[in-house]
């Protein structure tokens, strides 16, 4: 899989990620309340498990999801696309 995820796109996962990362291992250690009972577990979980998807994601800049819908935030660098022209004509 190729790079996808670059830009806004990966500030945004990392400062979200962790965030959410926190608020449900915190609602999960019982040091936060989201909603109460079992619904309360059901929310910090998901936002344990989103966070840590939006992190990796970030980190990796490979998103399935940005794959399955054809979105790519990722930019190449010009260097790294082409070798740079010294003005120089090529030997072959």
């Known amino acids: 899989m190729e790079k996808n995820v670059g830009g806004y ?25 989201l909603a109460a009972g079992t619904l309360g577990l059901v929310i910090a979980a998901i936002a344990l498990l989103v966070g840590a998807v939006l992190t990796v994601t970030a980190t990796t800049q490979k998103c399935p999801l940005n794959a399955a819908i054809g979105l790519n935030t990722y ?13 120089k004509p090529s030997v072959k």
């Open 9 to 33: 796109d990966r500030i945004a996962r990392f400062v979200v990620g962790p965030v959410l990362i926190v608020v449900g291992g915190a609602a999960l250690g019982g040091f936060l309340t």
């Open 75 to 87: 930019e190449k660098r010009a260097a790294q696309q082409s070798p740079p022209d010294d003005g």
